[in-house]
């Protein structure tokens, strides 16, 4: 069985740490859940303004709540799919919301350490999620997509994929 602290929340805290992530503070969560996520992959559980990058991080979080309406699709449209026998799954729809609203490839952004590991991530965390994305399209286009079938205003602006100009921009390679 994978062990889902390991495979994925161990490497999202450590990057975090480091800067490589386009987390806001706490990786999103309130501070008792992160420290308590941190506690369980035995990292060191860090105040935001130890951090290095904690004026990066702070101007991302004022950025962000510009965005508070396109940041709760995002968690609703995660947590109606989350796979609730997960530990921490709501946490996990709203981190993942937070890191899709950075401008890098998603893995990237959420502090994956390549691109397959997230798609496990979907697989394991939000399984509905990932059947859906039969023909691999890009994470966060993905996303997009489907809050756009939900009635939102946010990536599609043609009826059909192959006729759209953007094609390479949701299906090219997410390296
Ligand atoms: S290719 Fe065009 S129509 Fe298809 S998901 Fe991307 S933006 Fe939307």
Known sequence: MINVYEQYWYPIIN??????TALTPHIGLSTAEYTALADTV??????TQDLPQYSAITLRDELLSMREDELND????????M????????QMA????VAS???QHLWKDLGMPERPRLSQLFHDYFPQLHALNNRNMRWKRFLYRQMCERGGDYVCR???CETCTSYNECFGDEV
């Open 42 to 47: 035995e990292l060191p559980p860090i105040d």
């Open 158 to 160: 043609s009826p059909s």
């Open 74 to 81: 995002l968690t609703e449209l995660l947590t109606d799919f």
């Open 83 to 90: 796979n609730t026998n997960q530990p921490y799954a709501a």
């Open 101 to 103: 609203m950075g401008s």
């Open 94 to 97: 709203k981190v993942i919301a």
């Open 15 to 20: 990057s975090f740490h480091h800067g490589e």
